[in-house]
């Protein structure tokens, strides 16, 4: 066995948070599941389907030269996004969708998704997301690009969701797609003006961290447009400081998670 499948297997564990937890998973010896990390040993045939169901890949792919395999990892949830659709929903749900995708056409395109990060407290995390339609109705993928340090590649996450529009308020559901991890909400007060520029609300969801701890924070969305060059908007992605010179005071301002003496709840703000 090659020392790329030995590669592309420590990547797609490196999206777990331990390879301890991915044997747990797998319900493998941990030893001989090293013995394949390192190139010393060569997973049997019952194996190696256990792990492409597992990682949902194929075994030809997880079988590529390692730079390959990191292209379609980035790309491959695009592909399973467009499969969503083929999905069997139950009726209250099909409903939802139905009645809750009008008047989301004048939010598609791409936009910067800012939010005090869950995982890396005292930072803020800036994303890439772009909502689409199809079928009548809209989904959007959020990505995230998080480099650990400057010599490091960077580390993509991909969440895919959908967006309904129901009394003023748009609703956004999405799911971590490389893991399965997590699931986050997104509320945002819609713009009643023709021309889009920046959308704010509250985000629900769980730190990356080992703790998982359930966060809410403020969130605002800068429109970029209904098509941007995706390599230089995922360039701009990352960790920022909050004192960074490169984010606008008022995005700042913005997503401040504070609350006041007579607020009993936290709340957006307009």
């Not at 420590?10 to 013995?35: D, G, H, M, T």
């Not at 010179?245 to 709340?267: C, G, L, M, Q």
Request: aromatic share 12%; with cysteine.
């Amino acid at each position: 066995m090659n020392n790329d499948f030995a590669r592309n297997l420590r990547l797609l564990c490196s999206y777990y948070k331990s390879i301890a937890e991915v044997c747990r998973r797998l319900n493998i010896n941990r030893p001989q599941f090293n013995r394949y990390l390192s190139a010393r040993s060569k997973p049997s045939a019952s194996n190696m389907r256990k792990f492409c169901d597992f990682f949902g890949v194929e075994e030809h792919e997880i079988l590529m030269p390692h730079s390959q395999f990191q292209r379609l990892l980035q790309v491959r949830p695009r592909a399973a996004m467009s499969e969503t659709t083929t999905l069997p929903e139950v009726p209250h749900l099909e409903h939802l969708s139905q009645v809750g995708s009008a008047g989301l056409d004048k939010y598609l395109g791409y936009y910067f998704e800012y939010y005090q990060s869950f995982a890396c407290p005292g930072n803020l995390l800036r994303t890439l997301v772009c909502f689409e339609k199809r079928s009548d109705k809209v989904y959007y993928q959020r990505t995230e690009r998080l480099v650990e340090s400057p010599h490091d590649q960077p580390c993509h996450a991909i969440y895919l969701g959908m967006a309904h529009f129901l009394t003023d308020r748009i609703f956004m559901v999405d799911y971590e797609s490389l893991t399965g991890h997590e699931i986050s909400q997104t509320i945002l007060f819609p713009t009643f003006k023709n021309r889009i520029s920046r959308l704010t609300g509250l985000k629900l969801g769980v730190s990356g961290s080992g703790e998982r701890m359930p966060c809410c924070a403020r969130v605002l969305y800068e429109y970029l447009g209904s098509a941007v060059d995706k390599r230089k908007a995922l360039a701009l992605c990352g960790l920022y400081d909050l004192n960074s010179p490169d984010i606008d005071k008022s995005i700042k301002k913005a997503v401040i998670n504070d609350i006041s003496d007579e607020e009993w709840h936290f709340r957006a703000r307009h």
